[in-house]
């Protein structure tokens, strides 16, 4: 708040007393009931903790400028504003500077010259009663030493029960009993508009509270879980606590935030808690999440893909790429294709569908349903586990360099894929473009894509691609099917008049 020096607010108590006076009148309406935090805050504020994390540091390391630390507090910088981690008072990472076992120290007498320093700081919350805590994965990444603080100044130990990046979510161990554990929500339920609060250690200051209300549902950010977007002010350190509502039950995990400029900015984002316990359920039985995957590259459906293929409206996953071999190819599922339903579950959005199937047992037998020349098909598929991510490059070959063709209403000239290509792409037949003007360059096609359908029509030959182009009708919009590398997806083109550029 702004706070006026006193001759100022003098001045202004004086040129109110010399206003007229007004007659008394009948007090305003009670503004609406607003919301009092207390009483929630007394409930779930013991069940939130302080989690401080510290690495091993070589004497080598020790000689690093300041700030140069490998904790989470400058991964969290990193990841989510771009920028360095700005320095805290003496020198510290922003966070707690409170001392530790062996913080700061030769670490013990096997240590030789490593001193274990702190690293991060974070938040969580108690799952329950025996000791289980949840937190983010990113708060508790890399570190070799975590401790969690109680709200009764209680320091212990923890230990990793396992972390999953993909969702951050992580959950650790304390050796202790009769916690105050937590009350869980059901973020399904959570309506955009309501009153939520965060407890949270932002900057190391524990038990900071801070109220919003729900800003919108299902945001998704490009990571694997559609978020909950709110307005409450988070800053790091407020990352693993938890997203309360006015029932005093945690419906989301305090996870991330969007910022220009490396402060709040009035937009975070919560892990739904119905996602993170299910991770958690794994996490604490095994120590690992197993995913189902059906082994596709998918991309959204845009309104001019949708109008171009006939669908009623912009929705499923467009199928870009089918791993050889995997759930997907075995099915049936090509490039292309639109998977409008997973297990009959409709699939809204391209980010719906790898929720969906990771939700899904391995080796579980399913139904996918798709679109492909405008009608609907349905295909059996058998869910595989999920590994670790690889990185396939087409070993890519240079095409002998082909003869011009006549530009058609496109703005495309192909030649023939010659034979040993095709095998090598394991594809039956398209066109590979030589050259490209008006509509296709404007779409971004470039020498060496390769046409595989134009509408409905699946190309065989360079003769064939210019006989369907000759009869493309100006008026509407053609769905052209690419592929680019291991990629394939539909490009809009309209088809230029004659005459036309």
């Known amino acids: ?54 690495t091993r540091v070589s004497s080598a390391q020790r000689g690093l400028p300041p700030g140069m630390d490998q904790g989470d507090m400058s991964e969290f910088f990193r990841r989510f504003f771009g920028i360095p981690l700005p320095q805290g008072p003496q020198g510290g ?9 062996g913080g ?36 508790v990444d890399d570190a070799d030493s975590i401790y969690v603080t109680l709200t009764d100044k209680r320091e212990f130990k923890a230990k990793l029960i396992g972390v999953d ?46 109220a919003g209300i729900v800003s919108a549902k299902g945001r998704d950010t490009g990571d694997y879980l ?18 309360i509502n006015m029932q005093g039950e945690v419906i989301g995990i305090n996870s991330q935030i969007y910022s220009r400029t490396g402060g709040f900015m009035g937009i975070s984002f919560a892990i739904p ?53 995997g759930p997907a190819d075995k099915a049936g599922i090509q490039p292309g294709d639109i998977i409008l339903k997973f297990n009959g579950t409709t699939v809204d959005a391209a980010t719906d569908l790898p929720r969906m199937v990771g939700d899904t047992k391995p080796g579980t037998k399913a139904t996918v349903t798709i679109w492909r020349k405008g009608a609907t098909r349905d295909l059996p598929i058998t869910i595989a586990e999920m590994q670790t991510d690889k990185s396939a490059k087409a070993d890519q070959k240079k095409a002998p360099e082909p003869k011009p ?61 210019q006989d369907v182009t000759a009869h493309l009708d100006p008026q509407k919009m053609v769905a052209v099917l690419v592929r680019r590398g291991d990629n394939t997806q539909f490009v809009p083109l309209r088809p230029r008049a004659p005459g036309q550029k």
């Open 1 to 54: 708040m702004t706070i006026l020096p006193l001759r100022k607010f003098f001045a202004a108590a004086v040129v109110a007393a010399c206003l007229p006076f007004a007659p008394h009148v009948a007090s305003a309406a009670p503004a609406a009931n607003l919301p009092d935090f207390a009483d929630l805050v007394d409930k779930v504020g013991p069940s939130v903790v302080n989690i401080r994390t510290t």
């Open 93 to 101: 990472q922003g966070g707690s500077q409170g001392g530790s076992p």
């Open 104 to 139: 700061g120290s030769d670490s013990g007498p096997d240590s030789g010259n490593d001193t274990e320093q702190n690293s991060g700081v974070g938040s969580g919350f108690i799952l329950s009663s025996d000791g289980y805590v949840m937190t983010n994965a990113h708060v």
């Open 165 to 210: 990046d993909r969702t951050d979510v992580a959950v650790v161990k304390i050796q202790a009993a009769n916690l105050p554990a937590v009350t869980m929500g059901d973020s399904n339920k959570v309506r955009v508009g309501e009153w939520v609060v965060a407890i949270g250690s932002p900057f190391g200051l524990e038990n900071t509270v801070t």
């Open 226 to 243: 559609p978020f909950i977007q709110t307005d409450v002010a988070v800053n790091p350190g407020n990352s693993g606590g938890p997203l």
């Open 273 to 325: 808690i119905d996602e993170a316990m299910r991770v958690a359920d794994q996490l604490k039985s095994t120590g690992k999440v197993t995913r189902g995957r059906i082994a596709v590259a998918i991309g959204e459906v845009t309104k001019d893909v949708a109008d171009s293929l006939g669908l009623p409206k912009a929705q499923g996953a467009l199928v870009s790429s089918v791993e050889p071999g």
């Open 405 to 465: 063709r006549a530009m058609n209403a496109l703005g495309i000239a192909v030649v023939d894929i010659p034979a040993d290509q095709l095998a090598q792409l394991k594809i039956k037949g398209g066109a590979m473009v030589d050259s490209v003007d008006g509509p296709a360059q404007r779409a971004g096609l470039q020498k060496g894509d390769i046409i595989l359908r134009v509408g409905d029509t699946d190309i065989t030959s360079a003769k064939q691609f």
